[in-house]
T-cell receptor, first 114, second 115 residues
Framework: DQQVKQNSPSLSVQEGRISILNCDYT??????FLWYKKYPAEGPTFLIS?????DKNEDGRFTVFLNKSAKHLSLHIVPSQPGDSAVYFC?????????????FGKGTLLTVNP | DGGITQSPKYLFRKEGQNVTLSCEQN?????MYWYRQDPGQGLRLIYY???????QKGDIAEGYSVSREKKESFPLTVTSAQKNPTAFYLC??????????????FGPGTRLTVT
């Protein structure tokens, strides 16, 4: 049972336009969400996160939106650059307690065309 | 420079042989994790450890074993019982306690090929 879903395996956008990557989750206990970026043959790097007490978090060109009622979050990249081409993973966690595990989605391959 | 190192980058083994993947961190993190990545499968958790001398199975622990004798080190052994060992293996670590503990830091990965 996949608790974090990224239903779009790939996305292609033009340089300068907006990229929107989507993520859905089924476990209502998740209350902290992270986005990671991964280049081929490298480890993922942390990009941005959001707590369930917020509905938006912004960091430069990257903004994450959270819709708790829909159990949906999205990552917006504006403007998109060719260097943003990578696989993006959505991850979720249940905060509190002593369990620090993250549950990852399967990823979305973003290609930004010059 | 603080970080996570995994060695080697590429590893080749014959079927039936056990192989141990190295993971070392100097971030002073209590928690460490092993994931494998397969095409179209995302990151799947194999084992994790939140303190020295303790570890728990993740979602796909069968055919793998770990040890956590030191805070800095969390080696993963891929045994001959693992039916599909060829994959990209990622090690991660995180602090425990506080909001910063939600972020895991990843190593560069080891590509294991078993023939």
């Amino acid at each position: 049972d996949q608790q974090v879903k990224q239903n779009s395996p790939s996305l292609s956008v033009q340089e300068g336009r907006i990229s929107i990557l989507n993520c859905d989750y089924t476990n209502s206990m998740f209350d902290y969400f992270l986005w990671y970026k991964k280049y081929p043959a490298e480890g993922p790097t942390f990009l941005i996160s959001i707590s369930s007490i917020k509905d938006k978090n912004e960091d430069g060109r990257f903004t994450v939106f959270l819709n708790k009622s829909a159990k949906h979050l999205s990552l917006h990249i504006v403007p998109s650059q060719p260097g943003d081409s990578a696989v993006y993973f959505c991850a979720a966690r249940i905060s509190g307690g002593s369990n620090y595990k993250l549950t990852f989605g399967k990823g979305t391959l973003l290609t930004v065309n010059p | 420079d603080g970080g996570i190192t995994q060695s080697p980058k590429y590893l080749f083994r014959k079927e039936g042989q056990n192989v141990t993947l190295s993971c070392e961190q100097n971030l002073n993190h209590d928690a460490m994790y092993w994931y494998r990545q397969d095409p179209g499968q995302g990151l799947r958790l194999i084992y994790y450890s939140q303190i020295v001398n303790d570890f728990q199975k993740g979602d796909i622990a069968e055919g793998y074993s770990v040890s956590r004798e030191k805070k800095e080190s969390f080696p993963l052994t891929v045994t001959s019982a693992q039916k599909n060992p060829t994959a990209f293996y990622l090690c991660a670590s995180s602090p425990t306690g506080g909001t910063e503990s939600y972020e895991q830091y990843f190593g560069p990965g080891t590509r294991l090929t078993v023939t």
